[in-house]
């Protein structure tokens, strides 16, 4: 792991954050399923935030088991699909849980769809009162409810908890940029957007309905690449690190 550079004795700029994880962020690059490694390598990376006393809740995906919009496309019920993809977030969840426990952070998954033998029941307070007492939280099966993505969960839940920023951890760019960088190596990266920029550019940060749920609550938004080592870390500490999507100033 490459040395985090923080300063010493530097304060966190923000003490309660949502982070939202793709689901492929665990995966092979270019393969699908979970990476222990991978796995293993970013519970460290919560570890050191848990270390910091910051509480964290994650949300996280299952483009790595599944995507409900490409079965939809080939002639599934959505509804059908999009249930599916909530049950492949639980499997990420618990595998996410497993790793952090493994290096000593204590974890509860909470998820929106009932399923008591495996993950407690989605209750707000419940999920608060985890946070206090310095447990990360990692909210499965998104919101419960199909036609609703884990980006609309993770803005969702930001809200409910009272987060102040949310993390979005990108495993391929390391901030938003005004086309594909993979494929235009000319792509310009922004520092910082409004979400109305977003919004109007049609720019692929978070869907339409999460951006304008931040936006309507002023819950600003960190893009940042998960694989450079202790960028979770600087995203919290407040550092200026990919881009940067709030209210115009």
């Avoid at 993505?149 to 009272?162: F, P, Q, V």
């Avoid at 990108?170 to 086309?179: A, E, I, K, L, P």
Wanted: hydrophobic letters at 45%; a neutral charge; one cysteine or more.
């Amino acid at each position: 792991m490459d040395e985090v550079e923080t300063d010493a004795g530097a304060k966190p700029r923000f003490n309660r954050v949502l982070l939202k994880l793709s689901g492929q962020a665990l995966a092979q690059e270019n393969h699908g399923g979970i990476d222990l490694d991978v796995l293993a390598q970013f519970a460290l990376e919560v570890k050191e935030i848990a270390l910091l006393e910051i509480q964290l809740a994650i949300v996280i995906g299952a483009g790595n088991f599944i995507r409900g919009s490409d079965y939809e496309a080939r002639g599934m019920d959505r509804s059908t699909a999009d249930q599916m993809g909530m049950l492949g977030t639980v499997i990420n969840a618990l595998a996410l849980q497993n790793a952090l426990e493994h290096v000593g952070v204590g974890t509860r998954v909470l998820s929106a769809v009932a399923m008591q033998a495996v993950a407690e029941p989605y209750i707000l307070r419940r999920a608060v009162r985890h946070l206090e007492k310095g447990r990360v939280v990692i909210f499965a099966a998104g919101t419960g409810n199909p036609y609703f993505t884990t980006d609309t969960a993770a803005s969702l839940r930001a809200l409910e908890i009272g987060a102040q920023v949310i993390l979005k951890a990108s495993h391929t760019v390391d901030g938003v940029y005004d086309r594909d960088p993979m494929r235009d190596p000319g792509a310009k990266r922004f520092d910082r957007l409004t979400y109305l920029e977003v919004l109007q550019k049609n720019l692929k940060v978070m869907d339409s309905t999460a951006i304008s749920m931040c936006m309507d609550n002023h819950l600003p938004i960190v893009v940042f690449n998960l694989r450079k080592a202790g960028n979770i870390r600087r995203a919290v500490m407040g550092e200026p690190i990919g881009t940067w999507v709030e209210s115009a100033s």
